[in-house]
């Protein structure tokens, strides 16, 4: 059952980080249009996109994953009524470090639309 439950985690997760990036890169189209116009190739402006969404993705897990294990281990140590076995007040799996996976994936479809899009498509959209 928990598994099937962080399957389903994991998968909204997925789909706000690319809600989240598909609505930033739409928003950084003239910005894109500008840096495509002075030289840079779609390639480097996907690598760009990419790599600034894995970094708040990182910084994002460097202080979520802390502040959620401290926030859980509060919890159910002052339950009061129940006893919870030790196995469940350890929550740190590696899983948690898909965080970054899931950013970096999710950046990769936005970024790529944002990279073939033309510099005279971006301007008459403005």
């Known amino acids: 059952m ?5 399957v389903l985690l994991i998968g909204v997760a997925a789909l706000g980080v690319f809600n989240t990036v598909l609505l930033t890169t739409r928003e950084r ?3 894109l249009g500008v840096l495509k116009s002075i030289g840079m190739t779609p390639r480097q402006v996907t690598v760009m996109t990419v790599t600034s969404v894995a970094a708040q993705g ?3 897990a460097l202080i979520a994953i802390p502040a959620g294990m401290l926030a ?3 919890v159910v140590d002052n339950v009061g009524i129940v006893e919870f076995p030790e196995a469940m007040k350890d929550v740190f799996q590696p899983s948690h470090l898909a965080g ?3 950013a970096v ?4 479809a936005p970024a790529r639309s944002a990279a073939r899009l033309t510099v005279a498509a971006v301007l008459h959209g403005e």
Not at 2 to 6: E, H, K, L
Request: aromatic letters at 4%; proline letters at 0%; hydrophobic letters at 55%.
């Open 2 to 6: 928990a598994g099937v439950f962080t």
């Open 29 to 31: 189209r003239r910005d």
């Open 72 to 74: 859980h281990r509060l």
């Open 58 to 60: 990182a910084a994002g």
């Open 105 to 108: 994936l999710g950046a990769l």
């Open 100 to 102: 970054v996976v899931i």
